[in-house]
């Protein structure tokens, strides 16, 4: 095998795809490094946290799966429960990301022992194959044979089996690209050996059976594998592994999104991008692009994160954004992200700057405790809810695993460049840039955004004329960016930058102003709901540190949701006035302290007003208001008392709820022991449901042993349906829907049969009559009385 494309690779640019794609090119995070800031500050935390974490206990997994004794036994949580070396994989991708952001010898030293023990399990194999994949060796054989019994979230029995090795390739990869190591590129062709010659064989109707199982971003790995080795198997074979239940339907400029979880989506959609550039296929660059363009514009809140309950709820109604305490997933972010720079680096569009600014301060940073580092999985946009951080020896989510990387890579997109002939300042990061091919280096700073501006300072500069060019950023008033070189004014060109060309000597210093305004930015449903955001901030208000329930997460299996007590959404401080605009006109800046925003004139209750709104990534461990009602004084006690009335109502049934399953969603199901066979699910009207052709069971637990009666929703229009609903062993009823309720859910309460033996919780099972199948199931409660 030869490996004369790692260079072209480590630039993430082969010569196919520089051929064929002209947009801007990237500096190696390692020619950036970051100055004193809260971005510096979150780097220096995510450190702390991975060398916290114990190698021999993350190799666990791999080792086990390859008949050999760990050192130390594996992590619990969700480490534990099917996902064993998923984080594995994300630890050696934050490693090499680290390394190369850093260049610090203990992270260097750090990863090679994780390589050390990666290396030791794929030897010990034989075939190439390296995965913590739980029971690994027996699924992949059934694979290989054609016996594929897949469901949204799991495959023949296992718990996302590809999306977990997915993190491994990535992280081999990683290792090769961000660190240098030959031994990992060696490793990541060996275990892509392996899976061609496991998938090659299969039809292209048993590949898409195996992907509708969240895979992760396995097409994105293959495409990787064709660029560093040059061999076009495997970008065919990064074609046939991709979903065409999605891409299909963009291709024919169609999104179809609702329903769908959002983080299996946009890891497919990444791998669409890279193969585009690759093949040159302007046809899949475009499906990406409009399923950006969707997503953002159509799903996105103002923190630049989407999805409620990990799913894409209807475009038309945030409804449940407001209302649940599972809001934006942090994972979906960091996907989103990757796939706005490979976007921006094919067209080179301030639009995917824009985004990736917004997301960047909003929802990444914030999503890290600023002293102890702990990390976010959902981010409420309930108001006066808070969120939970991770705890380093207990905490193994999903979020853990991305959010390990994302406060390694803050200076991937700060600096790019069009050939050797200019610098491109996109974002306002303080940070040093070198550059030695050109002779270049350079110094940011600034204390933005408690400053509006910033500086750049030449420490070394190239021989003849060179242009830099300054982001222009759309949310700068009237699009103003008043620049100075030496104190003295520059007339920069250009309309997406401020564009300056001379000969640069050193101790040259560019400074601008960077004038930002206050905006209220409403939801996409165009719901009275609106964020306060000044430039490119999400401004918060911080509200009550009282009832943080879990705010550190212990391990248990849902430990990263914000479980305490919801405050009424009628008691939410809300913004009075007729005009979002002028409301927003209100807010002014607090002289002399770091950036805040007062308007005691709009906000209600004064209680509230008298409180500053500051940066949403300075808000932790309180709760806090990010969207506000906007209302008039004349319609506000009426829209109260509507809340009020509705509230009370799902207050009274949740103080019965003694447990609950919401079929068709990944994590619940997963909670609750979900088994299937000839199953499926969707969604209708916002609302997941599941149903079976066979039969699907949940584990409810009664840990209060109070429950005394079950509680199923269906929808009223179902028909031509028979099924059985048991507990345990016992049948608690036939049922067969009419399908005259009309379009509406509904919900029957069955009682409990007495004298069951529960020590483990009740298990309800759905189970078909021959012939039929169960109706869809959109909700199911223990209840008690």
Same mark, same amino acid.
């Given at each position: 095998?030869?490996?004369?494309?790692?260079?072209?690779?480590?630039?993430?640019?082969?010569?196919?795809?520089?051929?064929?794609?002209?947009?801007?090119q990237l500096f190696p995070l390692s020619a950036v490094r970051l100055e004193e800031s809260p971005f510096l500050n979150a780097e220096e935390r995510d450190r702390d946290y991975l060398l916290a974490l114990d190698p021999d206990r993350l190799l666990a997994p791999y080792l086990q799966e390859a008949g050999l004794t760990p050192r130390q036994p594996g992590y619990?949580?969700?480490?534990?429960?099917?996902?064993?070396?998923?984080?594995? $994989?994300?630890?050696?991708?934050?490693?090499?990301?680290?390394? !190369?952001?850093? =260049?610090?010898?203990?992270?260097?030293?750090?990863?090679?022992?994780?390589?050390?023990?990666?290396?030791?399990?794929?030897?010990?194999?034989?075939? $190439?194959?390296?995965?913590?994949?739980?029971?690994?060796?027996?699924?992949?054989?059934?694979?290989?044979?054609?016996?594929?019994?897949?469901?949204?979230?799991?495959?023949?029995?296992?718990?996302?089996?590809?999306?977990?090795?997915?993190? *491994?390739?990535?992280?081999?990869?990683?290792?090769?690209?961000?660190?240098?190591?030959?031994?990992?590129?060696?490793?990541?062709?060996?275990?892509?050996?392996?899976?061609?010659?496991?998938?090659?064989?299969? %039809?292209?109707?048993?590949?898409?059976?195996?992907?509708?199982?969240?895979?992760?971003?396995?097409?994105?790995?293959?495409?990787?594998?064709? !660029?560093?080795?040059?061999?076009?198997? /495997?970008?065919?074979?990064?074609?046939? /592994?991709?979903?065409?239940?999605?891409?299909?339907?963009?291709?024919?400029?169609?999104?179809?999104?609702?329903?769908?979880?959002?983080?299996?989506?946009?890891?497919?959609?990444?791998?669409?991008?890279?193969?585009?550039?690759?093949?040159?296929?302007?046809?899949?660059?475009?499906?990406?692009?409009?399923?950006? &363009?969707?997503?953002?514009?159509?799903?996105?809140?103002?923190?630049?994160?989407?999805?409620?309950?990990?799913?894409?709820?209807?475009?038309?109604?945030?409804?449940?954004?407001?209302?649940?305490?599972?809001?934006?997933?942090?994972?979906?972010?960091?996907?989103?992200?990757?796939?706005?720079?490979?976007?921006?680096?094919?067209?080179?569009? !301030?639009?995917?700057?824009?985004?990736?600014?917004?997301?960047?301060?909003?929802?990444?940073?914030? @999503?890290?405790?600023?002293?102890?580092? =702990?990390?976010?999985? /959902? *981010?409420?946009?309930?108001?006066?809810?808070?969120?939970?951080?991770?705890?380093?020896?207990?905490?193994?989510?999903?979020?853990?695993?991305?959010?390990?990387?994302?406060?390694?890579?803050?200076?991937?997109?700060?600096?790019?460049?069009?050939?050797?002939?200019?610098?491109?300042?996109?974002?306002?990061?303080?940070?040093?840039?070198?550059?030695?091919?050109?002779?270049?280096?350079?110094?940011?700073?600034?204390?933005?955004?408690? &400053?509006?501006?910033?500086?750049?300072?030449?420490?070394?500069?190239?021989?003849?004329?060179? *242009?830099?060019?300054?982001?222009?950023?759309?949310?700068? %008033?009237?699009?103003?960016?008043?620049?100075?070189?030496?104190?003295?004014?520059?007339?920069?060109?250009?309309?997406?930058?401020?564009?300056?060309?001379?000969?640069?000597?050193?101790?040259?210093? +560019?400074?601008? &102003?960077?004038?930002?305004?206050?905006?209220? &930015?409403?939801?996409?449903?165009?719901?009275?709901?609106?964020?306060?955001?000044? $430039?490119?901030?999400?401004?918060?208000?911080? *509200?009550?540190?009282?009832?943080?329930?879990?705010?550190?997460?212990?391990?248990?299996?849902?430990?990263?949701?914000?479980?305490?007590?919801?405050?009424?959404? @009628?008691?939410?401080?809300?913004?009075?006035?007729?005009?979002?605009?002028?409301?927003?006109?209100?807010?002014?800046?607090?002289?002399?302290?770091?950036?805040?925003?007062?308007?005691?004139?709009?906000?209600?209750?004064?209680?509230?007003?008298?409180? !500053?709104?500051?940066?949403?990534?300075?808000?932790?461990?309180?709760?806090?208001?990010?969207?506000w009602r906007v209302t008039d004084r004349e319609t506000l006690d009426a829209w109260r008392k509507l809340q009020q009335r509705e509230e009370a109502e799902s207050r009274r049934l949740d103080e019965r709820t003694v447990d609950r399953v919401s079929p068709g969603e990944q994590q619940p199901e997963v909670e609750h022991d979900y088994t299937g066979t000839m199953?499926?699910?969707?969604?209708?009207? =916002?609302?997941?449901?599941?149903?079976?052709?066979?039969?699907?069971?949940?584990?409810?637990?009664?840990?209060?042993?109070?429950?005394?009666?079950?509680?199923?929703?269906?929808?009223?229009?179902?028909?031509?349906?028979?099924?059985?609903?048991?507990?345990?062993?016992?049948?608690?009823?036939?049922?067969?829907?009419?399908?005259?309720?009309?379009? +509406?859910?509904?919900?029957?309460?069955?009682?409990?049969?007495? $004298?069951?033996?529960?020590?483990?919780?009740?298990?309800?099972?759905?189970?078909?009559?021959? =012939?039929?199948?169960?109706?869809?199931?959109?909700?199911?409660?223990?209840?008690?009385?």
């Amino acid at each position: 095998m030869k490996y004369a494309g790692l260079v072209a690779f480590l630039l993430l640019c082969g010569s196919r795809l520089c051929a064929q794609h002209g947009g801007p090119q990237l500096f190696p995070l390692s020619a950036v490094r970051l100055e004193e800031s809260p971005f510096l500050n979150a780097e220096e935390r995510d450190r702390d946290y991975l060398l916290a974490l114990d190698p021999d206990r993350l190799l666990a997994p791999y080792l086990q799966e390859a008949g050999l004794t760990p050192r130390q036994p594996g992590y619990g949580n969700w480490e534990a429960s099917g996902l064993g070396g998923h984080v594995g $994989g994300h630890y050696v991708s934050a490693l090499a990301m680290l390394y !190369a952001a850093t =260049g610090t010898d203990t992270v260097r030293a750090r990863l090679e022992y994780m390589l050390d023990g990666l290396e030791r399990a794929q030897k010990a194999g034989g075939d $190439g194959y390296l995965g913590g994949v739980p029971g690994g060796r027996d699924i992949w054989p059934e694979l290989a044979a054609g016996e594929i019994e897949a469901e949204r979230f799991s495959l023949n029995g296992k718990w996302v089996p590809w999306y977990n090795l997915h993190k *491994t390739f990535a992280g081999l990869r990683d290792a090769w690209q961000y660190a240098g190591s030959e031994r990992a590129g060696k490793m990541f062709v060996a275990l892509g050996e392996w899976a061609y010659a496991l998938l090659a064989p299969l %039809t292209d109707e048993q590949l898409q059976r195996i992907v509708y199982a969240e895979p992760g971003g396995m097409n994105e790995s293959f495409a990787d594998l064709a !660029a560093v080795t040059g061999d076009d198997k /495997f970008l065919e074979l990064a074609r046939r /592994f991709s979903d065409r239940e999605l891409l299909d339907p963009l291709l024919a400029g169609e999104s179809r999104l609702t329903g769908l979880h959002a983080n299996t989506q946009i890891p497919k959609v990444i791998g669409y991008e890279r193969i585009a550039k690759l093949s040159g296929d302007s046809s899949w660059h475009r499906a990406a692009r409009d399923f950006w &363009e969707t997503v953002v514009a159509e799903r996105t809140v103002a923190i630049g994160g989407n999805s409620v309950r990990e799913h894409f709820h209807s475009a038309d109604d945030f409804s449940a954004m407001i209302e649940d305490v599972q809001g934006p997933e942090t994972c979906n972010t960091y996907n989103m992200l990757r796939l706005s720079r490979q976007l921006y680096e094919a067209e080179g569009d !301030a639009r995917y700057l824009a985004y990736y600014e917004r997301a960047l301060y909003n929802h990444i940073l914030a @999503s890290q405790h600023p002293e102890h580092g =702990g990390l976010v999985y /959902f *981010t409420p946009m309930r108001p006066d809810h808070y969120r939970v951080y991770s705890s380093p020896q207990q905490s193994f989510w999903c979020c853990v695993g991305s959010g390990l990387e994302n406060h390694t890579k803050y200076g991937e997109l700060i600096y790019a460049h069009h050939g050797p002939d200019s610098l491109l300042v996109n974002l306002f990061i303080p940070s040093t840039l070198d550059w030695p091919e050109r002779g270049l280096r350079v110094s940011q700073r600034n204390t933005f955004p408690d &400053e509006a501006g910033s500086s750049l300072t030449i420490k070394a500069a190239p021989a003849g004329p060179f *242009t830099v060019l300054l982001r222009r950023p759309e949310w700068a %008033t009237d699009g103003r960016l008043r620049a100075t070189v030496n104190g003295e004014p520059v007339a920069g060109t250009g309309s997406g930058y401020v564009t300056i060309r001379r000969e640069w000597r050193v101790g040259d210093r +560019i400074e601008w &102003e960077l004038p930002m305004h206050t905006t209220l &930015e409403g939801l996409p449903d165009g719901s009275a709901w609106y964020a306060v955001v000044h $430039g490119p901030l999400v401004m918060a208000a911080p *509200t009550s540190s009282t009832d943080l329930d879990g705010l550190i997460a212990d391990d248990s299996r849902m430990g990263h949701v914000a479980a305490g007590p919801t405050r009424p959404l @009628s008691d939410a401080p809300v913004l009075v006035g007729h005009d979002p605009r002028e409301i927003a006109e209100a807010f002014q800046i607090i002289a002399g302290t770091p950036l805040g925003l007062a308007a005691p004139d709009v906000i209600y209750p004064a209680t509230v007003s008298q409180r !500053a709104l500051i940066p949403f990534y300075r808000v932790h461990d309180t709760r806090y208001v990010i969207y506000w009602r906007v209302t008039d004084r004349e319609t506000l006690d009426a829209w109260r008392k509507l809340q009020q009335r509705e509230e009370a109502e799902s207050r009274r049934l949740d103080e019965r709820t003694v447990d609950r399953v919401s079929p068709g969603e990944q994590q619940p199901e997963v909670e609750h022991d979900y088994t299937g066979t000839m199953t499926e699910s969707g969604t209708r009207d =916002g609302r997941h449901w599941r149903r079976a052709r066979d039969r699907f069971a949940y584990t409810l637990r009664d840990h209060s042993e109070t429950a005394d009666r079950l509680r199923v929703t269906y929808y009223g229009s179902d028909t031509d349906y028979a099924f059985d609903l048991f507990v345990g062993n016992t049948k608690v009823a036939t049922v067969r829907p009419a399908g005259d309720r009309g379009p +509406i859910f509904y919900s029957e309460e069955y009682a409990l049969p007495a $004298g069951l033996d529960k020590p483990d919780g009740f298990r309800v099972s759905f189970r078909a009559h021959a =012939g039929s199948a169960t109706a869809a199931i959109y909700d199911v409660r223990l209840l008690r009385e």
